[in-house]
């Protein structure tokens, strides 16, 4: 089955620091951007970085500039998003998504991307 799975959400405190995981089955994620995104209660998806195949990172939103990181590893088929310094407004459920030309994630047209994973949810409170 092809698909992407994030892990790695969970509760933490304002300040703290979590990484999430985007693992890919079924297929290699070597030749695709990765782009990351999120989408708290009431609001729309927002694309928060996109990570090319080379391993160049492009952050999409000023918010999270500087506390936020994109990696990747292709060895283990898996793309990570390193979040500090998080703030109650970071709450929301974190997508990733596979781009196969890397225009899509840069311009957030959300239907070009092959797969999408279902979400993991971060909850950013005291």
């Known amino acids: 089955q092809l698909q992407l799975v994030e892990s790695g959400g969970g509760l933490v405190q304002p300040g703290g620091s979590l990484r999430l995981s985007c693992a890919a089955s079924?297929?290699?994620?070597?030749?695709?951007?990765i782009g990351w995104f999120r989408q708290a209660p009431g609001k729309e998806r927002e694309g928060i970085s996109c990570?090319?195949?080379?391993?160049?990172?492009?952050d999409l939103l000023d918010s999270v500039k500087g506390r936020f990181t994109s990696s990747r590893d292709n060895a283990k088929n898996t793309v990570y998003l390193q979040m500090n310094n998080l703030k109650p407004e970071d709450t929301a459920v974190y997508y990733c998504?596979?781009?196969?030309?890397?225009?899509?994630?840069?311009?957030?047209?959300?239907?070009?991307?092959?797969?999408w994973g279902k979400g993991t949810l971060v909850t950013v409170s005291s």
């Open positions: 998504a596979a781009d196969p030309y890397g225009s899509s994630c840069l311009t957030g047209y959300y239907n070009g991307m092959d797969y």
């Open positions: 079924g297929f290699t994620l070597d030749y695709y951007t």
């Open positions: 990570i090319s195949s080379s391993g160049g990172s492009t």
